[in-house]
């Protein structure tokens, strides 16, 4: 079993019938291994690799994956959200029309809600078809994290967007943490916030339904100058 990063950039996770696989990524997003994992070793693996190297961890929804890492008294750096960033590229103006992230319908998901205490925990990987969420299995999340990158790499604005998807994926680990600890997440505060960083949102993509979860998301052309992030004391943002 791997245990430190070995160059890596971004370490993808994925849900497996038996347990989870991790694929490590380079700087420039090439795949350069797969570790498969028992669900019972992931927490003391995510650990070790935290001590060992920044990486940033690329998952499909960060309730999904985040929680049980807090109950394990696991905390990570930094992450992407999939499902989170994949509704601000396909909304944002920023971002080319063709582009195939605008396509990529299986991830316009809810996100994953626990439903009772005693509901499945992350790690029993049982295939319980009644949870919410977007995809998870490892491959699926490889295609969209390179569709998102690509539709970045593509935009009007790379810059503009990596600091929004950043600061998107750091506000996910955030309302995780708070919620841990017994404190409610206000998304009316985290949406302040943001405005305040990188300005009012504009109208949505034209084409694009405009529903809650949407409408939550949706970028456009930014008026104001970005500024840092709020320190949390152990986010960066994305390289």
């Known amino acids: 079993m791997v245990d430190r990063a070995d160059g890596a950039s971004w370490i993808v996770l994925g849900r497996a019938d038996d347990g989870v696989v991790a694929a490590r990524l380079g700087a420039d997003g090439e795949e350069l291994d797969r570790t498969s994992l028992r669900a019972a070793d992931l927490t003391d693996w995510i650990a070790a690799i935290e001590r060992a190297a920044s990486v940033r961890w690329v998952w499909s929804d960060s309730p999904r994956w985040y929680a049980d890492l807090l109950d394990a008294g696991v905390r990570v750096a930094r992450c992407h959200d999939l499902r989170l960033c994949h509704a601000i590229l396909r909304?944002?103006?920023?971002?080319?029309?063709?582009?195939?992230?605008?396509?990529?319908?299986?991830?316009?998901?809810?996100p994953f809600v626990e439903e009772s205490d005693s509901m499945q925990a992350l790690f029993d990987l049982g295939g319980d078809e009644a949870v919410t969420g977007p995809p998870g299995g490892l491959d699926e999340c490889?295609?969209?994290?390179?569709?998102?990158?690509?539709?970045?790499d593509g935009s009007a604005d790379p810059g503009r967007l990596r600091l929004l998807t950043a600061a998107e994926s750091a506000g996910a680990l955030i309302a995780v943490e708070l919620r841990a600890a017994g404190l409610p997440w206000d998304a009316a505060t985290h949406e302040a916030l943001l405005t305040e960083m990188l300005g009012e949102r504009p109208l949505p993509f034209p084409g694009h339904d405009s529903g809650d979860e949407r409408g939550r998301h949706?970028?456009?052309?930014?008026?104001?100058?970005?500024?840092?992030?709020?320190?949390?004391?152990?986010?960066e943002l994305q390289r």
């Open 142 to 152: 490889v295609q969209e994290f390179r569709r998102q990158r690509a539709a970045i």
């Open 218 to 235: 949706r970028v456009g052309p930014l008026r104001r100058e970005p500024q840092p992030v709020p320190d949390r004391g152990h986010v």
């Open 91 to 110: 909304d944002s103006e920023l971002v080319s029309a063709d582009a195939p992230v605008r396509a990529a319908t299986q991830w316009d998901a809810t």
